[in-house]
């Protein structure tokens, strides 16, 4: 009972501070996930976090396998970074004026991502992407593009759509405020489906400016591309005149260093980058070959700007994490431990008689509530949903923190040791414990 009763206290105090968020911010949140409208009860409000571990206003401390939606490779706070950055502050937080840091940066990325021969700094993965498809318009002077359901590219008005109902073939729009002609460009196709990729692209045959994929998608929780899906969305394009766009916002330099398309050897034509290459701080990048990047202003005509794009503090913190990257080449070790706890939680499941499928690659990861395989948002729509969120809160009270949502990736990152494996795994069985009892 005594355990009861301080589980509670917690949720008593994070209620209060989010009733007092939500008088001044909208939905008292800056990022609709963070809500927990999808799984239910009051946000966890965090005061400081540090390696694979969050401090809670509340006192509690949690295992993070959120990792600021997979950010955070290294973990919280990282000691290289944070002395990085207190020496970049006191240099001076931002100038709109070029730095040599951002030429030492975009080098990093060229080298270590042959397709990247130019590239754009942002301040955002949403303002890589639409800088990214802006380009692409303006190189192949074609209007549409195709992108997968289930996949997100930010809240760019074009990109926040959903597949149409029945014969339709263009997308609608997936949020109010969104004009239906503001979407009439862009066509949806199931992800892993390239028979239907290749019919749109036959009836849309000389208008079609790209095809935009996460080369692996973690926005309808981790999906891994079917065999020959990304090398047939290649062909497609060369075949039918379309640029390849890498969405690696999630995945760049988080498989492999550079990214899922070193890891798969795919090449793209422009590729677009966030998270981890800002180190915790705002950061995104897009770019691709010298001739399709020219376009972009101040070279060409496709127009593209940001007072704060290339912040130096922002981009001394994505240098640094890099090179911490290419020094201790985690990635073996990050694969490997993930592989452990997928199949820990696998086996924890198939004890308390919980039907659930892992998909997993590298360091990412979700737990979806069902015995069918995953492979588009259709399957992993038809996960258990009410069973996730007893499985979420339960894992939350043994202090472990996941994604807030059945459709989010987990991370494993540089941070997470072989103890908090171990304790990650009894949270586990006592949350399926919980999940199972109806």
């Known amino acids: 009972m005594k355990k009861t009763a301080s589980a509670k206290k917690p949720a008593v105090q994070h209620a209060a501070l989010f009733e007092e968020a939500k008088k001044v911010l909208v939905g008292g949140v800056n990022s609709p996930v963070r809500s927990f409208r999808s799984v239910g009860g009051d946000p966890v409000f965090v005061k400081r976090a540090r ?9 509690r401390e949690l295992i993070d396998y959120c990792m600021s939606w997979g950010a955070l490779l290294l973990g919280h706070a990282h000691p290289e970074v944070l002395t990085a950055l207190k020496k970049a502050i006191g240099n001076g937080t931002s100038y709109g004026m070029p730095t040599q840091l951002e030429t030492t940066l975009a080098r990093m990325l060229a080298e270590a991502i042959p397709s990247m021969e130019q590239v754009r700094l942002t301040s955002s993965g949403t303002e890589a992407v639409m800088g990214a498809i802006r380009v692409a318009r303006a190189f192949t002077k074609k209007n549409k593009i195709l992108k997968f359901e289930g996949c997100y590219h930010g809240h760019a008005d074009h ?4 597949a149409g109902s029945g014969a339709s073939t263009l997308g609608i729009p997936d949020s109010e405020g969104v004009p239906l002609d503001f979407s009439r460009n862009t066509l949806v196709a199931p992800y892993n489906d390239l028979e239907r990729t290749g019919a749109l692209l036959k009836e849309y045959s000389g208008d079609v400016a790209a095809i935009i994929v996460e080369p692996v998608a973690g926005n309808m929780g981790l ?4 065999t020959g899906f ?19 916002v999630i995945t760049g330099f988080r498989l492999t260093y550079g990214g899922a398309q070193n890891y798969f050897d795919i090449v793209p034509d422009l590729t677009c980058l966030g998270k981890i290459i800002g180190g915790g701080m705002p950061l995104g990048a897009f770019g691709g ?5 020219k376009v972009l202003a101040p070279l060409g005509p496709a127009y593209q700007a940001g007072t704060l794009s290339g912040n130096p503090v922002a981009v001394t913190a994505g240098i640094t994490t890099l090179q911490c990257l290419a020094r201790t080449k985690p990635y073996g070790r990050l694969a490997s431990a993930t592989q452990a706890l997928c199949e820990g939680i696998q086996k924890a499941a198939q004890q308390e008689g919980v039907g659930v499928r892992i998909n997993s690659l590298q360091s990412m990861f979700t737990v979806f509530f069902t015995e069918h395989r995953v492979t588009n948002y259709p399957t992993a729509s038809g996960q258990d949903l009410p069973a996730f969120r007893k499985f979420f809160h339960a894992l939350l009270l043994n202090g472990v923190y996941f994604a807030p949502s059945a459709f989010e990736t987990n991370f494993v990152s540089a941070a997470h040791t072989q103890k908090d494996l171990q304790e990650t795994l009894r949270a586990v069985r006592t949350a399926f414990r919980t999940t199972h009892e109806r």
Do not use: N, T, Y
């Open 51 to 59: 390696g694979s571990r969050i401090f809670a206003e509340d006192g």
């Open 159 to 162: 990109l926040l759509v959903k």
């Open 223 to 226: 999906v891994v591309p079917d």
């Open 230 to 248: 990304l090398q047939g969305l290649r062909k497609l394009c060369d075949e039918h005149g379309a640029l390849l766009i890498f969405d690696e």
């Open 289 to 293: 070959g010298r001739e399709i990047m």
